[in-house]
Every structure is written in structure tokens, then in C-alpha cells.
T-cell receptor, first 110, second 118 residues
Framework: RKEVEQDPGPFNVPEGATVAFNCTYS??????FFWYRQDCRKEPKLLMS???SGNEDGRFTAQLNRASQYISLLIRDSKLSDSATYLC???????????FGRGTSLIVHP | GAVVSQHPSRVICKSGTSVKIECRSL??????MFWYRQFPKQSLMLMAT?????????EQGVEKDKFLINHASLTLSTLTVTSAHPEDSSFYIC??????????????FGSGTRLTVV
């Protein structure tokens, strides 16, 4: 089993839709979690950290479920500009060595 | 915010030559820098972790004599692809973790280097 798994998609949704992605991790000692956005042929950029209590930034909501060992990203009112690949990153213990998922591709169409 | 500057952004080289990629942290000190390789539609694959003032730690399967990493200062890490071959063509990205008061920044990435070996 891979350490960090994501459904590669693509998720093809219309503008205005709500879409959610999950990312599962295998190491129960994982402590820090992040969501990144990566546009085609560009570097990943931090979208948001994921806190135990969950966090929200505008249309984006991230949550952590430790019992089931996954994090989620919810995007409301999808925009065309949300089309990208969304990577999750998991950091375990004090090593500060992140493991990235393969990414989930989102395509928002008119 | 924390910025990592990576150069060059794109390089085309002949098979057998060496290519050096630089990553600089511009407004913070990066004691640790991560080097990744990403093939099309694939995940970021960690190649090695470079530590300022000490030897890099390479992931299993990554040839340390082929991918030379030097972390000369708290703001500069370099990756040299030696005797490059077409199969080394990929997108190489560096990353540093930003901690302290910028902890929410997580990992900040360089803009990546697209290497094409012909």
C-alpha cells in the first residue's frame, strides 16, 4: 500500500458545482497535512494546511479524519480557474520529510 | 512570504553532458532542501534531501554519483545531473520547509527546471 494515495481522476465538473477530493495516508504517526495546487508544467503551490479542527478559506474547506486516516478538500462554487491538479502532502513525526500523493486532476467546464 | 528561486527554468543539453540546477531561498534560511523529480502525469518523487554543511540523503534507487547535491550555505542548494541521458529528461523541483512563524507555509517550491536531454 502506498503511503499517500489519491484518486488521479480526472474529476470533470461544471462551473458552480461542489467537488470533493480525498487523500488517504497509511502512517498513523503522520502529523502535518497540506493541500497543494499544481498547474500544468508549473511547480506546486500551497493551497492550505489541514488542521485537526479543519479549516476554511473562501470556497475551499479542508478536513482531517484521523480515525480513518484521510484528509479531504472541498471546493464550492467551482470556477474555470480551479482547473488544476491537487496534491496532498503528509509529513510524519519530526522528520520534516513530506510525502506527496500523485495528485487529483480537476477539470471545470463551462 | 517565503520564496525559493530556482534556475534555470528550462535547459536542453546533449547526452553525456552535465547540468547544474540551483535553488536559493530568498528571504529565509533553508537548512534542509528537498529535491524532486516529476514525470508527466506522475507524482513528485523525492530524490534526495540536502542538508547544509553535511552530505545529502538519497532515496532508494537514486544514484548519488549521478545526481550530485551540494548545500553550500543556508540559502543555496545545487543539483548537478552528471553525464545526462535522455531518460533523465524530467521536471526537477526543489523545495524547502518553512517553519516558525511561517509554519503555515508548509513547503515552498522553486519554479522547477524542465530538463531535456537530446
Amino acid at each position: 500500500r502506498k503511503e499517500v494515495e489519491q484518486d488521479p481522476g480526472p474529476f470533470n465538473v461544471p462551473e458552480g458545482a461542489t467537488v470533493a477530493f480525498n487523500c488517504t495516508y497509511s502512517n498513523s504517526a503522520s502529523q502535518s497535512f497540506f493541500w497543494y495546487r499544481q498547474d500544468c508544467r508549473k511547480e506546486p503551490k500551497l493551497l492550505m494546511s489541514v488542521y485537526s479542527s479543519g479549516n476554511e478559506d473562501g470556497r475551499f474547506t479542508a478536513q482531517l479524519n484521523r480515525a480513518s486516516q484521510y484528509i479531504s478538500l472541498l471546493i464550492r462554487d467551482s470556477k474555470l480557474s480551479d482547473s488544476a491538479t491537487y496534491l496532498c502532502a503528509v509529513e510524519t513525526g519530526g522528520s520534516y520529510i513530506p510525502t506527496f500523493g500523485r495528485g487529483t486532476s480537476l477539470i471545470v467546464h463551462p | 512570504g517565503a520564496v525559493v528561486s530556482q534556475h534555470p527554468s528550462r535547459v536542453i543539453c546533449k547526452s553525456g553532458t552535465s547540468v547544474k540546477i540551483e535553488c536559493r531561498s530568498l528571504d529565509f534560511q533553508a537548512t534542509t532542501m528537498f529535491w524532486y523529480r516529476q514525470f508527466p502525469k506522475q507524482s513528485l518523487m523525492l530524490m534526495a534531501t540536502s542538508n547544509e554543511g553535511s552530505k545529502a540523503t538519497y532515496e532508494q534507487g537514486v544514484e548519488k554519483d549521478k545526481f550530485l547535491i551540494n548545500h553550500a550555505s543556508l540559502t543555496l542548494s545545487t543539483l548537478t545531473v552528471t553525464s545526462a541521458h535522455p531518460e533523465d529528461s524530467s521536471f526537477y523541483i526543489c523545495s524547502a520547509r518553512v517553519g516558525g512563524r511561517l509554519a503555515d507555509y508548509g513547503y515552498t517550491f522553486g519554479s522547477g527546471t524542465r530538463l531535456t536531454v537530446v
